[in-house]
């Protein structure tokens, strides 16, 4: 039984892998909490929307589907990490600032692990292969 499982998520890329769960969560816990943004509140009608929680399950589904296909193909790996580092800043930044405005410590601890996650992005866009030589 382990053999198989084993067989069905063996990849190149056990790194995108990761990240493509850490995103698939991010979403699930946006979506499924309708309250989580407060400020500024203007926007937090729209940032509380089951679109920007969609926009993460679907960044990693994208990127669990580059990682365990065959073509890896270059172009589409930058693009899927830049959005994703886009996405975890932008994040961040939010978690930051609700910090920031509530005084709550739980929110800038999510805040500092998102900047993790995007260090962790960094990390794997310094490793990649740039051009197809």
Request: proline share 3%; charged share 15%.
């Amino acid at each position: 039984m382990l053999h198989k499982f084993k067989k069905i998520l063996h990849t190149a890329h056990p790194q995108h892998e990761i990240l493509a769960f850490a995103m698939m969560g991010i979403g699930l816990i946006l979506i499924c909490n309708d309250f989580y943004f407060f400020w500024p509140p203007f926007a937090a009608g729209f940032l509380n929307d089951d679109l920007v929680g969609g926009v993460f399950i679907t960044d990693g589904i994208l990127l669990l589907k580059w990682a365990l296909s065959a073509s890896g193909k270059i172009y589409a790996n930058r693009n899927l990490l830049v959005i994703t580092a886009g996405l975890l800043a932008f994040e961040a930044t939010a978690e930051f600032c609700h910090g920031y405005v509530s005084g709550r410590p739980h929110m800038f601890m999510a805040g500092f692990l998102e900047v993790i996650v995007l260090l962790f992005v960094f990390s794997i866009i310094g490793k990649t292969k740039k051009h197809n030589y």
